[in-house]
């Protein structure tokens, strides 16, 4: 069983700064892509931060600039760097892993995290 935590959401101001981390129960191998989904009220959750296995980064364009996903495969972590927030950014941020569809194809998601930008 593998389950994944995320810390560091709160309460914060427009304009400042959050760092998001996502703890991985034990190490999972073949993985395709490590991401963050943020869902916000009364909307579908969306990919936000997305590292692909050879270290491609991906940005929705509401984001770039702003957000930077980081790993640590040693310690079975991920993070995510948020400058720059907007009340828009509100939300429950969720940390997910997925393996290639040839080893599994397993997705994993954490509980969430709740983040949120006062203006």
């Known amino acids: 069983q593998v389950e994944l935590v995320e810390s560091g959401g709160g309460l914060v101001q427009a304009g400042g700064s959050l760092t998001l981390s996502c703890a991985v129960s034990?190490?999972?191998?073949?993985?395709?892509?490590q991401a963050w989904y943020r869902q916000a009220p009364g909307k579908e959750r969306e990919m936000i931060a997305e590292i692909t296995s050879g270290g491609t980064t991906n940005y929705p364009y509401s984001v770039r600039g702003r957000f930077t996903i980081s790993t640590d495969n040693a310690n079975n972590r991920m993070s995510l760097q948020m400058n720059s927030l907007k009340p828009e950014d509100t939300g429950v941020y969720y940390c997910n892993i997925r393996r290639y569809e040839g080893f599994g194809g397993e997705v994993y998601w954490g509980q969430g995290t709740q983040v949120t930008v006062s203006s």
């Open positions: 034990r190490k999972i191998f073949s993985i395709k892509t």
